[in-house]
């Protein structure tokens, strides 16, 4: 990463003894030679031993050391790595997708990832480093050589989605669809909406792609995918196995491995992004194959002879519904068990999203339900159903797993605070 050195050296008028910088890092644990280190928050902490490693280079808002030759010293980390990162994409030949939603956005953004790396040298937002944090991080694991980068964009407050739009100076722009996620900051759908919709202002509309059938995004000028026949790129012919989903869009076939219409649409999004730059659908279902989907989002795995659907990274009202009418549909061998657990930042109306959710699981063919948290446990008051179980902690679940139901399929699904993977 010569330029990104060239960059800081220029703008902070330093030079080190170094010619090319190996990697960024905001964690001292994963340091090597030659990496520069943004000592962020309680990272002032681990500068000593970052400094212990040959050729490294630290960022800090800490004077105590102003004076050292391997360290140069801001007035605010935060903002430093934000506006390195905005100069440092000015500097790159590369084009990047931005991708925000409420739900979707890693998968889709391993998708586009996938799909763009079967014909170009693609990078991608590791994880879910997709905030005022985490967005910069990942422009600066871009070198000179990468030709497209796929970033996530997630937000809670107002002015987050514009404030990232600055920062990456995005080419292509993404919106999964507006959901219930972030209500207890959002207030409602409509306020997600007037925010996740800014990413509009940074790019052009034939750059532009959405979830046309959303009610939200369906007015919204850009390259609408859905399966309304009024979309730009029809979805059609779904069908789910075992193994995930098959479907076309605008008549030409494709297969993905993830199960659930709603991951049938975020590849569907993808399809039309690698459509749109000139991919064969040979060439976009060869990158298909290749994704690689980021854990907990309908993983499948099997321990002691038990298949666990896990999907348990993080949850919305939309997603807990997709999650268990996928489940619901896939023809399994075996009978089928859910455990459901709490959903964070639903705002002051939380029990009532609760209690749809159960609802909704309700009336599914699902065998047997698993309710855990605080939250589950209020909203369960108001159901009258033979099918659920409350418990109070995950190995009062495991003890169930291992008694009562070890000869089922199980999903888990609830917000990530609640921990389910512990289960398996």
């Given amino acids: ?36 280190f943004f000592a962020i928050n309680n990272g002032r902490n681990y500068i ?26 801001v007035e605010d980390t935060i903002k430093a790595i934000q506006s390195i990162a905005k100069d440092y994409r000015k500097r790159l030949n590369i084009k990047l997708v931005g991708i925000t939603g409420s739900e ?9 990832h996938g799909i763009l790396s079967s014909k170009y040298k693609t990078k991608k937002t590791v994880g879910n480093y997709n905030n005022h944090i985490g967005l910069p991080f990942t422009i600066l694991q871009l070198d000179e050589n990468d030709e497209f980068g796929v970033i996530e964009m997630g937000m809670s407050h107002k002015g987050e989605i514009s404030a990232l739009c600055d920062i990456a100076n995005i ?17 409602n759908r409509d306020n997600v909406f007037l925010e996740k919709s800014q990413i509009k202002n940074y790019i052009s509309e034939k750059n532009f792609f959405i979830f046309g059938d959303d009610v939200y995004l369906k007015n919204l000028s850009g390259n609408k995918i859905g399966f309304n026949e ?37 590849a569907s999004i993808g399809i039309a992004l690698g459509l749109s730059l000139g991919l064969t659908s040979s060439e976009i279902q060869k990158g298909l194959n290749l994704v690689q989907v980021t854990p907990m989002r309908f993983q499948k795995i099997e321990k002691d002879g038990i298949l666990y659907i896990n999907d348990a990274y993080n949850a919305s009202p939309v997603s807990m519904k997709a999650s268990l009418e996928t489940f619901n549909r896939i023809n399994f061998p075996k009978k089928k068990l859910a455990i459901l ?19 909704f699981a309700n009336n599914t063919d699902i065998d047997t339900i698993i309710i855990l948290g605080s939250l589950m446990k209020e909203a369960y008051k108001n159901i009258k159903s033979n099918k659920f179980i409350l418990v109070e902690n995950k190995d009062e679940i495991k003890k169930l797993i291992k008694n009562n139901f070890s000869d089922r399929v199980i999903l888990l699904k609830g917000s990530n605070f609640n921990h389910l993977w512990e289960i398996i």
């Avoid at 960059?7 to 008028?13: G, T, W």
């Avoid at 970052?50 to 105590?64: A, G, H, Q, R, S």
């Avoid at 080419?171 to 900051?185: A, K, Q």
């Fill in 171 to 187: 080419d292509y722009g993404v919106i999964t669809n507006i959901g219930d996620s972030h209500l207890e900051f959002m207030i």
């Fill in 48 to 73: 000593e031993n970052v400094l212990k490693t040959e050729d490294t280079i630290v960022i800090c808002d800490d004077n105590k050391w102003k004076n050292h030759e391997r360290v140069i010293v």
């Fill in 230 to 266: 009024s979309n730009d790129f029809v979805i059609s012919d779904y069908s789910e196995t075992i193994d995930g989903v098959n479907f076309s869009v605008n008549s030409n076939s494709y297969s993905f491995k993830l199960n659930g219409k709603h991951n049938c649409i975020n």
């Fill in 341 to 359: 657990a709490d959903m964070g930042e639903m705002g002051k109306d939380e029990i009532f999203y609760h209690e749809d959710v159960l609802n």
């Fill in 1 to 36: 990463m010569k330029e990104l050195l060239k960059l800081i050296e220029e703008k902070f008028h330093k030079t080190f003894k170094i010619d090319n910088i190996s990697k960024v890092e905001i964690d001292s644990r994963n340091i090597k030679k030659g990496d520069l």
């Fill in 104 to 112: 979707g956005k890693t998968t889709t953004k391993d998708i586009i």
